[in-house]
Nanobody
Framework: VQLQASGGGLVQAGGSLRLSCAAS????????MGWYRQAPGKQRELVAS???????NYADSVKGRFAISRDNAKNTVYVQMNSLKPEDTAVYYC??????????????WGQGTLVTVSS
């Protein structure tokens, strides 16, 4: 199973970006999908997550600015990031709890995509 993230880049404060992450491989089903981020010198933290049923969870710091969604048919998760702030600068990682036929449930991570917000 592989997670391929895309959509990062450089944006000015107040701008928007949309990250995408597609899961591929021997997938039976995907439970939770989400986005984490890690800024320089800081620990990785949860940004937002979404279950297969559509229940969402957000970090307090992004509530009202970020929106997570998923397309179950495409095994893809998105995060729309609006009103970006310099403190949102980080490497963003997608995550998915994937069930395969042979292995069962496993946590997978994407390769990370850099988001830089300039002031």
């Amino acid at each position: 199973v592989q997670l391929q993230a895309s959509g990062g880049g450089l944006v000015q404060a107040g701008g928007s970006l949309r990250l995408s992450c597609a899961a591929s491989g021997n997938i039976f089903s995907i439970n939770r999908m989400g986005w984490y981020r890690q800024a320089p010198g800081k620990q990785r933290e949860l940004v937002a997550s979404i279950t297969s049923g559509g229940s969402t969870n957000y970090a307090d710091s992004v509530k009202g600015r970020f929106a997570i969604s998923r397309d179950n048919a495409k095994n893809t998760v998105y995060v729309q990031m609006n009103s970006l702030k310099p403190e949102d600068t980080a490497v963003y990682y997608c995550n998915a709890y994937v069930y395969t036929v042979n292995i069962g449930g496993v946590d997978y991570w994407g390769q990370g995509t850099l988001v830089t917000v300039s002031s």
